[in-house]
Nanobody, 123 residues
Framework: QVQLVESGGGLVQAGGSLRLSCAAS????????MAWFRQAPGKEREFVAA????????YNSDSIKGRFTISRENAKNTVYLQMNSLKPEDTAVYYC????????????????WGQGTQVTVSS
């Protein structure tokens, strides 16, 4: 069982930055691929980025276009999402998620989810 707790959301003006954090309770954090998703009001949940234990990253480039960076600190069981040049369309609840896997293309589903943290970007 893995418990995930997000923090760092809030209200920011367009062009600003936020860093989200997700603390995981997993005993073997390195076994898990960590990811960020987001869900805006009235829209489906959207994949944002993922990272595996060695630090290989993948992004939904269509939505974030290099403005966001995912990273992880394995010694602290924590994954981060640095968000720069925020836009009003980035407004959403951001969720941390985890799945077991040795590589990003390993065929497992995200089964562990945090409670979400609200990010609101004003224009």
């Amino acid at each position: 069982q893995v418990q995930l707790v997000e923090s760092g959301g809030g209200l920011v003006q367009a062009g600003g930055s936020l860093r989200l954090s997700c603390a995981a309770s997993a005993r073997t954090f390195s076994n898990y691929i960590m990811a960020w998703f987001r869900q805006a009001p009235g829209k489906e949940r959207e994949f944002v980025a993922a990272i595996n234990w060695p630090g290989r990253e993948t992004y939904n480039s269509d939505s974030i276009k290099g403005r966001f960076t995912i990273s992880r600190e394995n010694a602290k069981n924590t994954v981060y999402l640095q968000m720069n040049s925020l836009k009003p369309e980035d407004t959403a609840v951001y969720y941390c998620a985890a799945r077991w896997g040795p590589s990003l293309d390993y065929p497992t589903q995200y089964v562990y989810w945090g409670q979400g943290t609200q990010v609101t970007v004003s224009s």
